[in-house]
């Protein structure tokens, strides 16, 4: 089973994707952010994301060096619950390890970090645990005046609407309001 939590930034996307994961007795939070140990805020908000979890989840922290999410995934058992948070972080890390390419090869970029959600999106499918992915919004403001945001946009566009298309329950949290869309979209279609 997969779940797409989507949502704005500080939308409370996070802490409602964690009552989702909640009832399972055997929860991995897979967390894909890009630790900037320079960066005081970004530690804080790291802190509060760890110190918001359930004691008796395991944590597996993807990048340089450690697992990757792909590795998290293929590892994962039935009867398990990967909460991967999230997947804009995992699209951007992809795009720091790319960065030299992205001045010379735009559209070879985009294709590259395609291909990568491609094949999460297949592990995703494939897995044997159930998944609860959470994903940011970006469609919501301006296009971004840099070609990086502007690719950033674009796949992470694309990969929201890759994964809503695989998935079994589609959230959209607005204001810690969480909407459930497939039940939304139905309705509209009637």
């Not at 007795?25 to 967390?31: K, L, P």
């Not at 970090?113 to 998944?131: K, P």
């Not at 810690?176 to 009637?190: H, K, N, Q």
Request: some cysteine; charged content about 20%.
């Amino acid at each position: 089973m997969l779940t797409l939590v989507t949502g704005g930034i500080r939308s409370g996307k996070s802490a409602f994707a964690e009552r989702l994961a909640a009832p399972y007795e055997r929860v991995i939070y897979v967390a894909t952010a890009c630790v900037d140990a320079t960066d005081p805020e970004s530690l804080a908000r790291i802190a509060r994301h760890r110190e918001r979890r359930d004691a008796s989840w395991r944590t597996i922290e993807t990048g340089a060096g450690k697992p990757s999410l792909l590795e998290a995934l293929a590892s994962a058992a039935e009867g398990e619950l990967l909460l991967i948070d999230s997947l804009g972080s995992w699209i951007a890390a992809a795009m720091f390890a790319r960065e030299a390419t992205i001045d010379g090869d735009v559209a070879g970029t985009v294709r590259a970090l395609q291909a990568d959600v491609d094949g999460l999106a297949i592990a995703a499918v494939g897995s044997r645990a159930s998944i609860v992915l959470v994903s940011e919004e970006v469609g919501y403001g301006l296009v971004a005046p840099s070609v990086q945001g502007r690719i950033f946009q674009d796949v992470l566009g694309s990969a929201n609407q890759r994964f809503a298309g695989i998935a079994q329950y589609v959230y959209l949290v607005v204001a810690g309001i969480a909407l459930d869309v497939r039940a939304l979209s139905a309705f509209a279609s009637d």
